[in-house]
């Protein structure tokens, strides 16, 4: 078991404790299924972003609550050559093929989650939804955004901003890896 894994599953039990809710009433606030959260209480796996997005909501905490390992002062610098924390996907849960780099570590009062993605050709992109905004910059390769009934290509240098309380999904387009900058901000409490 990874010490992240372990880390984010313990701070998730914490709160849920402190709430007095079981792992049964946290599933039907967020969504996720009750096998799901225990894997991730357990550290057995590190849920992908949507999954975590849906636990913190149903925690009513922000998404950084349960990511940040410690306080940094401003500014928040991440130089590309030592991204860190590599999250994995969850099979049953989410998307295969998505590695997140969280990019605001460190800064605890923070409104926005940025992260970089790394996203496989192969990628099982899955539909969410949720409160809040999402802003996304590609990078490199091309990424499908399908938002509602509507799919966009977009291409290196291109962004969409949109309310992510409509159904989205964002995928690697043609079967190629691409990379993104997202920045996802979520209301809390």
Request: aromatic residues 8%; proline residues 5%; glycine residues 10%.
């Amino acid at each position: 078991m990874s010490q992240e894994k372990e880390k984010l599953g313990e701070r998730i039990a914490s709160f849920r404790n402190r709430l007095e809710m079981t792992v049964e009433e946290l599933a039907g606030k967020s969504g996720v299924s009750p096998s799901v959260i225990r894997a991730v209480e357990a550290g057995e796996v590190y849920p992908a972003l949507g999954v975590l997005v849906r636990i913190s909501r149903g925690l009513g905490q922000r998404l950084g609550t349960f990511m940040d390992d410690q306080y940094s002062p401003d500014p928040i610098v991440v130089r590309a050559g030592s991204r860190t924390q590599d999250v994995k996907s969850h099979q049953e849960s989410t998307a295969a093929g998505f590695k997140y780099f969280p990019l605001g570590q460190g800064k605890v009062d923070r409104h926005i989650d940025p992260f970089y993605i790394e996203i496989a050709g192969d990628s099982e992109a899955f539909v969410s939804s949720h409160e809040g905004e999402e802003f996304i910059i590609v990078v490199s390769g091309e990424i499908e955004l399908t938002y509602g009934e509507e799919k966009t290509i977009l291409k290196p240098g291109d962004s969409a901003y949109y309310n992510s309380v409509v159904k989205h999904r964002v995928a690697a387009a043609g079967g190629k890896p691409a990379t993104i900058y997202a920045a996802i901000f979520m209301p809390y409490n």
